[in-house]
């Protein structure tokens, strides 16, 4: 994930490619907590799914 933000992607598909795929088979789901110059700000979505990381969301 910090390598997405450092690329400067705001706009992120969860899925293998992006994460790998520690349970082949299983659907996963994700959940971030992210802490954006003392802004905080939770995600969660199913594998296969995009998050906005630009909108805040708390």
């Known amino acids: 994930m910090q390598q997405l933000f450092n690329a400067g ?11 790998g795929d520690p ?3 299983f659907t ?4 971030a907590i992210v ?3 003392g802004r905080v700000s939770h995600y969660a979505c199913q594998e ?3 998050i906005n990381f ?4 708390s």
């Open 48 to 50: 296969g799914q995009t």
């Open 23 to 25: 349970a082949v088979g």
């Open 54 to 57: 630009s909108e805040a969301s």
């Open 9 to 19: 992607e705001t706009l992120v598909t969860i899925n293998n490619n992006n994460f």
């Open 28 to 31: 996963k789901h994700f959940a």
């Open 35 to 37: 802490n954006n110059n």
